[in-house]
Antibody
Framework: QIQLVQSGPELKKPGETVKISCKAS????????MHWVKQAPGKGLKWMGW????????TYADDFKGRFAFSLETSASTAYLQINNLKNEDTATYFC?????WGQGTSVTVSS | EILLTQSPAIIAASPGEKVTITCSAS?????MNWYQQKPGSSPKIWIY???NLASGVPARFSGSGSGTSFSFTINSMEAEDVATYYC?????????FGAGTKLELK
């Protein structure tokens, strides 16, 4: 069955970097794009962008240009989300999604 | 960017009661999806393409609408339906979500 398994929770300080993984199984990884979605505590869902798993080309939503980077390790059927120069407002759960399938989410807490 | 406005933000329903959530789009969209999310879990696709129930979704759920006005209905509320429901459009770039409707049991 199709599964997206994300890496575990992260606690980081402002200014640090975090890299979240999303390992896919049960389908051909390069046949479907991977999307990333942010959910701040108690808030709704915000689409961050997507990565073409065939070419590796990322597309970022306007609010996620600059400090955010999507990447792939195709041989491992894994997508990554890296957030640089973390800020308090990056505290959220981040989901990968290969519609209609979603990962379980990775909690990132940014606190000094 | 298409803005999706969900209403109401919170609704409480008694078992057996009919529940309707609306999602209004700022511009016309071709399709509307609905997700169910329970605390601590990822969103699950519930209704796709306006009115198609995802696999395993009970028949008491339905979706309808077109253009800029869409609705999500539960014919007879059950305790297991307590969750937050989000509408989502992917027919116009960028994909956007509604703010969510929290459904509680009365």
């Amino acid at each position: 069955q199709i599964q997206l398994v994300q890496s575990g929770p992260e606690l980081k300080k402002p200014g640090e970097t975090v890299k979240i993984s999303c390992k896919a199984s049960g389908y051909t990884f390069t046949d479907y794009s991977m999307h990333w979605v942010k959910q701040a505590p108690g808030k709704g869902l915000k689409w961050m962008g997507w990565i073409n798993t065939e070419t590796g080309e990322p597309t970022y939503a306007d609010d996620f240009k600059g400090r955010f980077a999507f990447s792939l390790e195709t041989s491992a059927s894994t997508a990554y989300l890296q957030i640089n120069n973390l800020k308090n407002e990056d505290t959220a759960t981040y989901f990968c999604a290969r519609y209609p399938y979603w990962g379980q989410g990775t909690s990132v807490t940014v606190s000094s | 960017e298409i803005l999706l406005t969900q209403s109401p933000a919170i609704i409480a329903a008694s078992p057996g009661e009919k529940v309707t959530i609306t999602c209004s789009a700022s511009s016309s969209v071709s399709y509307m999806n609905w997700y169910q999310q329970k605390p601590g879990s990822s969103p699950k696709i519930w209704i796709y393409g306006i009115s198609n129930l995802a696999s395993g979704v009970p028949a008491r759920f339905s979706g309808s609408g077109s253009g800029t006005s869409f609705s999500f209905t539960i014919n007879s509320m059950e305790a297991e339906d307590v969750a937050t429901y989000y509408c989502q459009q992917r027919s116009s770039y960028p994909p956007t979500f509604g703010a969510g409707t929290k459904l509680e049991l009365k």
